[in-house]
């Protein structure tokens, strides 16, 4: 599958086996960082911000295990966010990518998210829904108290 995408700064393609981030630079010069997809451990979609932009982001091991991970991610704008999820999934099931971070999605952190001892997970970023939600609530409350 040919896919290509590209975010604030950064373009993402697939093709012919690889997985290819290209960010600008100054004096037009790009800098790439190209990887097998079977080296991809892990893909993360947060939200960036305002609206339903997409902060995807991959981890790689390089070769063996003692070998540090790398790391790039390309933010999304609304339009492309969608679609970018979409190729995000469908590379974690082609390729076996075992840690697949839905929670961009989910109005709740994931069961592993939740687990992790090193992070609290009630400040994790929450889904434009959530939000939503929250502020209907905490509208509610303070109306209430009045």
Avoid: N
Avoid at 1 to 6: E, L, N, P, T
Avoid at 28 to 54: K, N, W, Y
């Amino acid at each position: 599958m040919r896919f290509q995408v590209r975010g604030a700064g950064v373009r993402l393609d697939h093709d012919r086996g690889w997985l290819v981030f290209t960010w600008g630079t100054a004096g037009g010069v790009d800098a790439q960082l190209a990887m097998p997809p079977e080296r991809c451990v892990g893909i993360r979609g947060r939200s960036a911000g305002h609206g339903t932009s997409l902060r995807l982001g991959f981890r790689f091991r390089p070769s063996g295990e003692s070998e540090p991970e790398v790391a790039a991610e390309i933010v999304v704008g609304p339009d492309g966010a969608e679609r970018a999820w979409q190729f995000a999934q469908w590379f974690a099931d082609q390729y076996g990518v075992q840690e697949l971070s839905a929670s961009w999605w989910d109005l709740e952190p994931s069961t592993a998210e939740r687990e992790k001892a090193d992070r609290d997970w009630l400040t994790a970023p929450v889904s434009p829904a959530t939000r939503v939600l929250l502020r209907s609530v905490m509208a509610r409350l303070t109306a209430a108290d009045t």
